[in-house]
């Protein structure tokens, strides 16, 4: 059962994504075990064409090395299937910049999801 706070807010956070939102593809791969060679392989990408905010990034530094982490909003309502941690965004035409999701926040209005909030970063 949704709440009011669910009709007002997932329709806003939709709103606000199409509006400033920018094109983006989340993209899962899919694993496989192949007996022959023992091991898991790449078999398959399932991916969502969608729009998400555009990503701010933070540079994090430790004292052996740095990266660039960042966030990036988008809503259930215009994805296939849901975010998780190992999936990848992808912004651009072709790839051109690709990002781990590190994690994957549920920003609730209730009882509904108005909004994910992913942490993402380069693979490294």
């Not at 309502?77 to 549920?106: H, N, S």
């Amino acid at each position: 059962m949704t709440t009011q706070l669910d009709d007002r807010l997932v329709p806003a956070a939709l709103k606000l994504i199409q509006k400033f939102g920018i094109s983006a593809r989340l993209m899962k791969y899919c694993d496989e075990y192949n007996p022959q060679t023992g091991k898991k392989e790449q078999t398959d990408i399932r991916a969502s064409d969608t729009t998400m905010s555009p990503p701010q990034f933070k540079r994090i530094t430790s004292d052996e090395s740095y990266a660039d982490r960042g966030t990036v909003f988008c809503t259930p309502e215009l994805l296939d299937f849901a975010p998780q941690q190992g999936m990848f965004v992808e912004f651009g035409d072709e790839g051109k910049e690709t990002y781990k999701i590190f994690d994957v926040r549920p920003l609730r209005s209730g009882v509904k999801v108005a909004a994910y909030q992913l942490w993402i970063g380069e693979d490294r």
